[in-house]
């Protein structure tokens, strides 16, 4: 029987595509001036640092509101913008040689989007809905390129299942033979996660800190300690 449960397949794809990015095969091998490389396509500094500033702006009211923490790293905002941005140059690579569109889905996040950040500066509204809309982007990228793909091979009524492996399988070759490197200063590894590429040997107090604080089992007392430590000027706060 074929599934049509919207919310499970939403909660699939969010799946997917982070696991296709522990599939990356990049290096640091970037240009003065480079956050990132994918092929051809270069994501600058400047781009980061404006969508970093643009970010905390958008983050700015929510900050020590419900779950949100009281203040960022810019660091971790700029990281976090460097894997969005890239993951989103792959999904249009997807899109461009396959010549499949984004959909309903895509649409409506714009919409959505676009009424959150309405009370914002005019100024950081766009790139706030980039940002947002990325992971959106790379479903809908995703759910046609791989749908087009079984079509093709005689499947035109696939199950969401069918729909996911392929897709699965589609973004794990592009993941696989992109040429994608990034500057070392985000702290992104190869595969895009986290990992410490500023400091060789955690030797200081303030080090061991901010080492404990990026491990996957940091609380949020680690992650508050290590956020004493970091600059005004390198925060997010009110």
Known sequence: MRSSSTPRRR??????????????????????????????????????????????????PQLGTGQTPAAFTMGR????????????????????????????????????????????????????????TAGPYVTDVLTAAAKKQLAAAGNTSPTDEQVNLQATG??????????????PRFGLDADLGTTDT??????????????????SEATQDDVDAALALVPMSLRCTK
């Open 11 to 60: 909660a699939t794809w969010t799946a997917v595509a982070a696991g296709a990015l522990l599939l990356l095969t990049g290096c640091a091998d970037v240009h003065p001036g480079v956050a990132a490389k994918v092929g051809d396509d270069t994501i600058t500094m400047a781009t980061v640092d404006q969508a970093a500033d643009d970010l905390c702006t958008g983050l700015r």
């Open 77 to 132: 905002l700029r990281s976090n913008i460097v894997q969005t941005m890239v993951t989103r140059q792959v999904a249009e690579q997807v899109a461009a040689d396959l010549d499949v569109s984004t959909g309903s889905s895509y649409n409506d996040a714009v919409n959505s989007a676009k009424a959150s950040v309405a009370s914002l500066p005019a100024g950081v509204q766009q790139t706030l809905i980039d940002l947002q």
């Open 198 to 215: 500023t400091v060789s040997f955690a030797a200081s107090s303030v080090a061991k800190t901010a080492v404990k604080a990026a491990s």
């Open 170 to 183: 589609l973004l794990a070759g592009y993941m696989k033979k992109a040429d994608i490197s990034i500057d």
